[in-house]
């Protein structure tokens, strides 16, 4: 409990928390804002049928894709910085379980990434369709899939913080670490797209990206994971970056 | 009380501490002493649980580092001043100390205000000096009003008045019977304050004695210059005495100067100098670690 504490404290004064917290929510609203904006106003086009299987939910909560950048550099930050800094000595000299810091760390960040990611879902969502109500594209607070859509929205917000942790508690650099989250869910993305289709089907639901754009989606793609089975293929991934990042912090003297 | 037993510790096969064994006691300032490289720092890193020996124990009032429940209560330490996210201001950094291990929040400014920090507890670390940092570093050691205190260095960066300042307050802090255990490369400052010597060199022991009777060891040494110092060093080692050699003197360690001038008489030795030498601290540091001193090798080998 102590462990929490310390982390609490470390985490409070800071305004690299509440500006965490702030980025996310305006990243989102802002990219939400502009992929609405656009559909509405390509909406005189649609044909009926597009206009059906226009995905409301999933154009309104764009914006995670951007937020996803702050929560993960957030997580990766609350290692690196000690690290950097050296503070690291000074926290095993107070807590010199490291386990118990690597957990009060996680448990700390993840919740403050639960706030960020709770607030970019509903602000997002909520710009969202007031914009494409514009064009009469939104579906309201009652829409199919709506509640499974903001969960597992945030819910990956969330994965992906704790994923800048593991990714943080492995490198031990901010420049590497950012590096690789930025890689695995920007860069990967984009180099999956050049390659040949079949292999886009193949390989496409693997990505991180996919599962959080399909984690928001309010239509199934037949080509990816379905929204919590997806999820839980990026638990994996952030359990064995874990372990690994867990396993240097303890073996591997700062 | 710290307890060092049979410390071992070898970096890619290179032996940094080699079956290192002394005592710290209570009520005393012990200074650990040593040439750059000699192991000071890896010593005082296994004792605080930060680094893992290959082998032996190093225990604080019995038990290791790594099973402290709230170890600040137990052992205070100034290893780095710079372990300190600048972003943070003193008191933050202290807060959050003291939320680590349980200890009462308002201690944060009593120890701020007992390194003279009052003043600038608001301000960011970011902002320090150097001197200033070593004193935070120095806060934050005392923040669990331990009774056992590892001091890393601690005169770096600070100014005359400040090193006056940690020189009485290292004394007072053992006058409460505090153990403090503070390691520096500064001889004369070191002959100032502290009562008890561990002296490592190359990883190993060297000494872990009393002030007086470290310095006692260099009082039988004696002084001699001669043309024939190499008739004379050679009759003198047989004899069992210790030399060294600095420039063209030898200074002749365990034994009396009588022995020393009949040794010179016998071998037919032209005397241009025969003396007692001051005993220094420093003086018998450089001659106790002489033969470990990693830079000396370094020149001879050259």
């Known amino acids: 409990m102590s462990s929490l504490s310390m982390e609490w404290h470390k985490l409070l004064p800071l305004h690299r928390t509440s500006r965490t917290v702030a980025v996310a929510i305006g990243l989102a609203v802002v990219v939400s804002a502009v992929v609405a904006a656009a559909m509405a106003g390509s909406a005189a086009h649609m044909s009926a049928v597009e206009r059906g299987r226009f995905d409301s939910i999933g154009t309104s909560l764009q914006g995670i894709n951007a937020a996803v950048l702050a929560v993960g550099v957030f997580g990766v930050l609350c290692i690196t910085r000690e690290y950097a ?92 670490a950012i590096t690789w989250l930025a890689s695995l869910l920007v860069v990967a993305p984009v180099i999956v797209q050049i390659l040949p289709e079949s292999v886009v089907h193949l390989v496409g639901r693997w990505l991180p990206s996919q599962v959080g754009m399909q984690a928001i989606a309010g239509h199934s793609d037949p080509h990816s994971f379905a929204p919590w089975t997806g999820l839980a293929v990026l638990t994996g991934y952030v359990a064995a970056t874990l372990v690994a990042g867990a396993w240097r912090m303890v073996r591997v003297d700062p | 009380m710290i307890e060092v037993r049979s410390l071992t510790k070898r970096f890619r096969g290179c032996p940094a501490v080699e079956d290192l064994s002394f005592d710290v006691r209570p009520g005393a300032v012990t200074g650990f002493l040593g040439p750059n490289g000699s192991g000071k720092t890896t010593t005082a890193r296994m004792i605080l649980g930060l680094t893992d020996p290959d082998a032996g124990t190093a225990t604080i009032a019995g038990r290791r580092y790594r ?42 400014e009593l120890v701020l205000g007992q390194v003279g920090l009052d003043a600038v507890g608001g301000r960011r670390v970011g902002a320090f000096s150097l001197g200033m940092r070593q004193r935070l570093g120095i806060a934050a050691a005392l923040i669990g009003d331990p009774p056992v205190l590892l001091l890393d260095e601690p005169i770096n960066g600070l100014d005359p008045e400040g090193i006056h300042w940690i020189r009485t307050f290292m004394r007072s802090l053992a006058d409460e019977g505090r153990t403090v255990f503070v390691s520096s490369h500064l001889m004369s400052e070191m002959a100032l304050t502290a009562h008890e010597l561990v002296v490592i060199g190359r990883g190993r022991l060297i000494a872990a004695e009393s002030m007086a009777s470290f310095t006692a060891r260099v009082d039988s040494s004696v002084r001699v210059r001669t043309p024939q110092l190499d008739v004379l060093a050679a009759a003198l080692e047989q004899e069992g005495a210790t030399l060294w050699r600095s420039g063209d003197a030898l200074d002749v360690v365990g034994m009396p100067i009588e022995q020393v001038g009949s040794v010179a008489a016998r071998v037919g030795a032209v005397l241009y100098e025969l003396s007692p030498q001051q005993a220094s601290l420093e003086a018998a540091f450089m001659h106790l670690t002489a033969q470990s001193c990693e830079y000396t090798a370094a020149v001879e080998a050259a």
């Open chain 1, 85 to 176: 800094t050296g503070m690291i000595t000074t926290t095993f000299l107070a807590q010199p379980a490291r386990l118990r810091v690597l957990a009060a760390k996680l448990g700390t960040h993840s919740a403050v990434a639960c706030i960020a990611a709770a607030g970019a879902c509903a602000a997002a969502y909520a710009v969202g369709q007031a914009l494409l109500g514009t064009a009469g594209l939104s579906v309201g607070w009652g829409a199919h899939n709506l509640a499974r859509a903001l969960g597992a929205g945030a819910l990956y917000l969330v994965l992906i913080c704790v994923w800048g942790v593991a990714i943080g508690a492995l490198t031990r650099s901010s420049a590497s």
């Open chain 2, 67 to 108: 099973d402290l429940a709230h170890p600040l209560r137990e052992i205070g330490a100034l290893i780095n001043p710079g372990a300190v996210d600048p972003a943070r201001s003193a008191l933050d950094h202290l807060r959050w100390l003291a939320a680590a291990n349980r200890i009462p929040v308002g201690r944060a």
